[in-house]
């Protein structure tokens, strides 16, 4: 077994192999960048070593770098998470030069799989199914109109050695493989080196389902169930479960011996996932085809540990250093359900624009991940893990990937891990940036989510218009009410006790007026009950000033609910909605009818920039007329191309940018006459 072992990543997949390797007793080296000098994986590693600034492609993604840190610190092998150089066939040919060991697949397999054009030839000889496309190179934007014209719309165009989501254009029409394709190719060269694209037809009601696949350098390769990715956003994973409530015991087995027997034709071994894509529309669940195998460890790869209590961090290693697995395809078995929801650094009140900046507050409902060696470690405490590589008063920066964490439930059944992830979600703190949290609360309540029904479309098909909060029921919202009555008399009563100038006693207020999402509430405290709107109901609520988080228990129902003071009352979160909830005494709130209403300026002819980001190209210049829905800009963050259109038809005025430069969110691009 090796004594020492080198991370070539960052953030949370880094903090997350150095406790597997610690459990195992294997030392281990962090590389880090400019923007990571204080982040948790440096720390936590038992050497660190600075291989450069904060861009990706000026030091993590610098194979001699990392090379150079193994050879320095005595390390016998490179573990390489996911993205970065984890799928460079290149590196871990370098790593072999060097004698160094390469945790993951051969070199083969690599190059095979690696290359998506290379990847479905090969599936196709194997005897897996594939999904109808055009399996060869794209001349330029013109043959891609052809292509995807005989194909027939829809159509999917992908970058060929794209992942995660990026390099990736959902085409109807011409228009769109016209607008698409070349943002595609740029996205393909930006973020992995190849600005290759193919095109493939984009199968309808589409379930994305993986495989996870496990072999030895022995022979030996075994699938370990299946995960539902089917929630995603923009081809960006959002949920993920295991095992998924679609597939069936027959289905599952048809899938993992199609993946294996691709695994088995590369000769692979090491954790590996193949990706596939399952028509929805099909009763028999046997229209599934091959998308592409990452030769890498997954992000989700959490909810496959949970309902199987391997350790696939711990196996890849072991593998890697020579030894047989210890399990075979009989002792793969599935105990309970997990569920994974991303937590990411962005907005979804505001369209899910990417955010960064600082970690004002970060307090998870759990410590980050922990493993004691038995299945129960890997489920976490109560059901509860939480993967993540940030702290309380760092930064999320525009230099990687917007996820902050990786929060994961277990439970017995599918709704025990979903009604684990809410309360989870209620007690997860995060201040000072643009979070997801509501968003994936609220998709764990959808009636559709909880059925089972789900397609890679849920998202657009079940929040067209954007996301403004889950559905909050009348009696929620009287017993946030009664919530917000309390806490406004805890206040008052608060105020009376420091103010000590005040002669004799100040009772506070003990009734109020509670508005909250344009209904309103009278709310009075008694000495043994609280009513709403004259009913009774029981409150039990532990709150100590300054608490930023509350457990209560009104009419029978516990919430998790975290509030923020503002100058007329709170502002109160749970179960994924967020209300601004106005509190007043019984006697004043009738005054505020007169109060002078405040109208907000008309931004509308400013192309504002809605994100930190690069301005990568400005399609208009002064004098121009423009029509509603026209690119007028494009900016890049989080390794992202976002289009900017035109709300209106008009005429530009001035222009206060150009290509190239770094914008602030919320700076003026150009002005409309």
């Not at 989080?638 to 900017?644: A, C, G, R």
Request: proline share 5%.
């Amino acid at each position: 077994m090796f004594k020492k072992i080198l991370i070539a990543n960052r953030g949370e997949i880094a903090c997350r192999i150095i406790k597997t390797a610690r459990r195992m007793g294997i030392a281990t080296v962090a590389v880090y960048s400019d923007a990571d000098a204080r982040a948790p994986f440096v720390r936590m590693a038992d050497e660190a070593l600075h291989i450069g600034p904060s861009p990706a492609a000026q030091s993590y993604l610098i194979a001699d770098k990392i090379i150079a840190a193994a050879k320095a610190t005595g390390a016998e092998a490179v573990h390489p998470g996911y993205g970065f150089l984890s799928e460079r066939t290149s590196f871990a040919e370098a790593l072999a030069a060097e004698g160094i060991s390469f945790i993951g697949p051969p070199v083969g397999a690599i190059a095979a799989m690696g290359d998506k054009i290379e990847s479905k030839k090969l599936a196709l000889k194997a005897g897996v199914n594939v999904v109808p496309g055009f399996v060869g190179e794209i001349d330029d934007t013109e043959h891609a109109v052809r292509i995807a014209a005989e194909i027939g719309y829809p159509v999917m165009m992908k970058a060929s050695a794209g992942g995660g989501g990026k390099g990736m254009r959902l085409a109807y029409s011409e228009a769109d493989v016209r607008e698409g394709f070349e943002a595609t190719k740029r996205e393909g060269l930006a973020s992995f080196g190849d600005d290759r694209v193919f095109i493939e037809k984009f199968i309808l009601n589409p379930r994305h389902i993986e495989i996870q696949i496990l072999g030895d350098q022995h022979g030996t390769i075994l699938y370990l169930n299946e995960r539902e990715c089917s929630i995603q956003r923009r081809h960006q994973k959002v949920v993920e479960e295991a095992p998924s409530p679609f597939v069936t015991p027959k289905m599952r087995q048809a899938m993992g011996e199609q993946c294996v027997a691709l695994a088995r034709a590369v000769g692979y071994y090491s954790a590996g996932t193949v990706e596939l894509i399952v028509s929805g529309a099909d009763p028999t669940g046997e229209s599934f085809y091959f998308l592409e195998m990452n030769t890498r460890l997954q992000v989700e790869h959490p909810v496959t540990e949970a309902i199987t209590g391997i350790d696939l961090v711990e196996q890849m290693i072991r593998v890697a250093a020579g030894e047989k697995l210890a399990m075979s395809q009989a002792d793969i078995g599935i105990d309970g359900w997990s569920i994974e929801n991303r937590v990411y650094a962005e907005d979804p009140y505001r369209g899910f624009l990417p955010s960064t900046g600082r970690l004002v507050r970060y307090n998870p409902p759990v410590e980050g991940w922990t493993d004691d060696g038995a299945a129960n470690g890997r489920r976490g405490v109560d059901g509860i893990r939480v993967d993540d590589g940030v702290y309380e008063g760092g930064e999320v920066s525009m230099f990687y990937d917007p996820m902050i964490a990786k929060l994961v439930t277990w439970g017995e059944t599918r709704d025990e891990a979903a009604d684990k992830q809410i309360a989870a979600l209620d007690a997860f703190e995060i201040e000072g940036l643009g979070h997801n949290i509501d968003f994936v609360s609220a998709i764990m309540q959808h009636p559709r989510f909880r059925s089972g029904e789900l397609t890679t479309g849920f998202i657009a098909e079940e929040y067209p218009d954007g996301f403004e909060g889950a559905a909050t029921s009348d009696e929620t919202l009287g017993h946030l009410a009664a919530i917000a009555g309390f806490l406004a008399t805890a206040r008052a009563d608060r105020a009376r006790q420091v103010d000590g100038q005040l002669d004799g006693p100040l009772e506070p207020p003990y009734e109020w007026t509670v508005a909250l999402d344009g209904k309103t509430f009278s709310v009075e405290l008694g000495e043994d009950d609280i009513t709403v709107n004259g009913e009774p109901v029981g409150l039990e609520i532990e709150y100590t000033p300054g608490d930023t988080l509350v457990e209560a228990e009104v009419g029978g129902q516990t919430y998790g609910v975290k509030l923020a003071p503002t100058r007329t009352g709170f502002r109160l979160t749970t179960r994924g909605a967020s209300h601004a909830v106005q509190v007043l005494p019984a006697r004043i709130a009738p005054l505020t009818a007169h109060m002078i209403e405040k109208i907000p300026p008309d931004l509308s002819k400013f192309l504002i920039c809605p994100m930190p980001g690069l301005l990568v190209a400005l399609n208009v210049g002064e004098g121009d007329h423009v029509q509603p829905g026209q690119p007028l800009a494009v900016v890049e963050a989080m390794k992202m191309e976002n289009i900017l259109r035109a709300e209106k038809a008009g005429t530009v005025k001035a222009v206060n940018a150009k290509a190239g430069d770094s914008l602030a969110v919320d700076a003026v691009i150009l002005e409309m006459e």
